[in-house]
């Protein structure tokens, strides 16, 4: 059913408004440091359940809790040393913590897709956070974009995907970082990424003094959109209209190119300085553009893999990936 979706700036009216309407279980869509989320209220099934519906997932995946400051986290996970050190060094930020759940936390069973684990982070983003104290509530926000499509750094690319499928998008400008969050599991004390994203490898073994293993194509998070428990799959996601090419060095017949660093021929560049902060921002925006001037493929220069890097390739190689 089609419903009306106010667009709103974001004020301190406006903030609170899509706060209040949160908590009575209506879908709001708002900026993180991120990327823009689908927000829910957490603790509410039938509002879990809007969410899934409104991106057109097709299945129910876990998603990511999204509170205030980490005193709220810890009355929905279990808190470790590891996760206390992790918090207090990037939350708010874009980190997410897997952590065991807190049965008497009361979030909808629907949060975590029959896991005894929940993802959780505290976004590093003004409006985002005015809204969740507005709230009071957890808010489950998966990106902001239909099921498998490029997620949002705007909110004109929201209303793109979800006009009349939430109740407010509220608009706080572009977003900072531009990919989404690092997925850290810390099940049993063991750092494990499931999803690379601003939060690297690195940053995380300084903090915790301990190695950092990455997941690589095996955890349930690798893939948003199909069911759990799917190893070994690479499967499509963000996926643009037109084909996509990785690490060309040349422009064939039928493509353009989306360059990086120094390049000759790029329709666009993601950094023509070569700054991987700057080319995380702009990549969703620029896959969309020239989705949206109907180009074959788009070849995309290579992008080092490492630091940020790794996050960007990681999104790359699933627009790349087979589409189903
Ligand atoms: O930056 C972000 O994280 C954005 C903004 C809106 O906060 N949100 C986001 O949510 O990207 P979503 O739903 O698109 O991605 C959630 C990721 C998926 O990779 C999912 O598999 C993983 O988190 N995840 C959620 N709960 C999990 C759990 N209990 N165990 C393992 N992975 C989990
Ligand atoms: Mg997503």
């Keep these: 059913m089609p419903i009306s979706t106010v667009l709103a700036q974001a004020t301190a009216n406006t903030c609170r408004e899509a706060g209040e309407r949160l908590r009575r279980g209506e879908l709001v869509a708002f900026p993180t440091e991120t990327v823009y989320g689908l927000g829910g209220n957490a603790t509410d099934s039938h509002a879990v359940a809007a969410i899934f519906e409104a991106k057109g997932r097709p299945s129910f995946n876990p998603l990511i809790v999204h509170v205030a400051d980490p005193i709220a986290a810890e009355a929905y996970v279990e808190f470790t040393e590891h996760a206390r050190d992790l918090a207090h060094a990037f939350w708010p930020g874009p980190l997410t913590l897997v952590l065991p759940k807190r049965a008497s936390g009361g979030l909808s069973d629907l ?29 489950a926000a998966p990106s902001a974009n239909l099921s498998g499509r490029i997620s949002p750094t705007c909110a004109a690319h929201v209303v793109d995907g979800l006009n009349r499928r939430v109740h407010m998008i509220v608009d706080g400008g572009p977003c900072a970082v531009g ?28 903090c915790l003094g301990l190695p950092v293993e990455q997941a690589v194509n095996l955890s349930p998070s690798v893939d948003e959109e199909t069911p759990l428990h799917s190893p070994g799959m690479l499967s499509s996601h963000y996926a643009p209209d037109a084909l996509m090419r990785l690490n060309a060095t040349d422009v064939r017949d039928g493509e353009v190119l989306l360059g990086f660093g120094e390049v000759q021929d790029a329709v666009l560049n993601l950094s023509p300085s070569g700054d991987l902060k700057e080319a995380a921002v702009n990549m969703f925006a620029m896959l969309r553009l020239l989705d949206s001037r109907g180009v074959g493929t788009i070849a995309v220069s290579p992008i080092p893999d490492q630091g940020l890097g790794c996050a960007i390739n990681d999104r790359l190689r699933r627009a790349a990936a087979p589409r189903p």
């Design 111 to 139: 949060i975590s897709a029959g896991l005894d684990t929940v993802a959780i982070r505290v976004p590093g983003h003004p409006v985002a956070l005015d809204i969740l104290k507005a709230a009071g509530c957890p808010i």
């Design 179 to 206: 990919l989404e969050s690092t997925v850290l599991s810390l099940i049993d004390d063991r750092p494990i990424i499931l999803r690379p994203g601003a939060v690297t490898a690195e940053q995380i073994s300084a």
